[in-house]
């Protein structure tokens, strides 16, 4: 019974994040995709400072060398990653169409996605073994912080061209991770130990993302995208993160 209620709060919290996230990237103009693009960085810089380092940090007795080892080595992942899908994409030329530039980022967000819905089904399972409403109010403040993240991870998938319902179905896949942390967390009764390093995985992939693919295609940008306006965004994107987990918490 307790394995049932670990994997239904995996899916719904997992699942309307992504839905709502979606429905709010169907209200930006296609013209204003690129500018959104500053959100997302924003709010990837945020979120990786501001809410999953710390949350990374809070367990004690951690080897802090090995973690940031893990940070380090995942960055240096990320940059193989990316650089596999630059050479297998080697035709792409100064004429390649804007969204082009940007789909190594989406595959990139993709797998950094998937490591963190992971920890959060781990985080789930351990807090519904540990107490049931412990479980039901962990599984609602994942939802609650993966709604921002999840929005400027939408916006990147439409500015690098993805289509909208194909950006949903493979989200919601990716999603599905989640259910396999609840399980592996399940399974293992107490997956606390290795969280803080998978957590470190997802830093390293919100950190690349945002300062190796999204900066620099803003600065690419800054002729048809005004300086005021993606500086307005960024800023925007990195004051929501911290602003909605402080109106949760009251």
């Known amino acids: 019974m307790t394995l049932i209620w670990i994997l239904s709060a995996c899916l719904a919290s997992s699942a309307l994040s992504l839905l709502l996230a979606f429905v709010a990237s169907q209200r930006i103009a296609p013209q204003a995709l690129s500018l959104m693009v500053a959100f997302s960085a924003g709010t990837m810089l945020s979120a990786a400072l501001l809410d999953v380092l710390p949350e990374a940090l809070e367990q004690e007795g951690l080897d802090l060398n090995l973690l940031f080892a893990v940070l380090l ?6 940059f193989f990653m990316e650089r596999a899908a630059l050479w297998r994409h080697h035709h792409a030329s100064a004429h390649t169409p804007t ?132 500086t307005a965004l960024l800023l925007i994107g990195v004051g929501w993160v911290p602003a909605f987990a402080q109106f949760l918490h009251h």
């Open 73 to 78: 080595l995942a960055l240096l992942g990320f």
């Open 99 to 230: 969204g082009e530039v940007l789909r190594p980022a989406s595959y990139a967000v993709l797998l950094g996605d998937g490591v963190h819905n992971f920890v959060d089904g781990l985080l789930i399972a351990a807090a519904f073994l540990a107490d049931p409403w412990l479980g039901v109010t962990t599984a609602a403040a994942i939802f609650a912080h993966e709604l921002p993240q999840e929005m400027g991870e939408f916006a990147i998938y439409l500015a690098s061209g993805w289509s909208a319902r194909k950006a949903l179905v493979i989200n919601l896949w990716g999603g599905l991770s989640s259910l396999l942390g609840g399980l592996v967390g399940w399974w293992l009764l107490e997956p606390g130990p290795v969280i803080p390093y998978l957590l470190m995985v997802t830093v390293a992939s919100f950190i690349y993302i945002a300062l190796a693919d999204l900066m620099p295609y803003l600065h690419k940008r800054h002729g048809q995208d005004s300086f005021a306006r993606q």
